[in-house]
Nanobody
Framework: VQLVESGGGWVQPGGSLRLSCAAS????????MNWYRQGPGKEREWVAA????????NYAGAVKGRFTISRDNAKNTVYLQMNSLRPEDTAVYYC???????WGQGTQVTVSS
């Protein structure tokens, strides 16, 4: 199993980023997918989830209305569109298939002026 997150970087408050997670080594379309994040000095927290077909999504309260999770099963990729970014969104972001313990290396997102 391989999960490769990308798309992170530095952005000013109010800016946007789109994260990608390319998956391989398992049947991607059979798994609900999640995004998590871990900020400096904080525990890892769940951010968003998407069902196997992409028809159902759920978000943590802190990001609801600002972040959008999506997936492309033909490309074995899950995305996280992040808008109206805030300094408190600074974290390493990870994708994870539901009900597994598979993690990628994460991608760093830094929001500051």
């Amino acid at each position: 199993v391989q999960l490769v997150e990308s798309g992170g970087g530095w952005v000013q408050p109010g800016g946007s980023l789109r994260l990608s997670c390319a998956a391989s080594g398992f049947t991607f379309s059979s798994y609900h997918m999640n995004w998590y994040r871990q900020g400096p000095g904080k525990e890892r927290e769940w951010v968003a989830a998407i069902s196997r077909t992409g028809g159902t999504t759920n978000y943590a309260g802190a990001v609801k209305g600002r972040f959008t999770i999506s997936r492309d099963n033909a490309k074995n990729t899950v995305y996280l569109q992040m808008n109206s970014l805030r300094p408190e969104d600074t974290a390493v972001y990870y994708c994870k298939p539901a009900m597994t313990d598979y993690w990628g290396q994460g991608t760093q997102v830094t929001v500051s002026s």
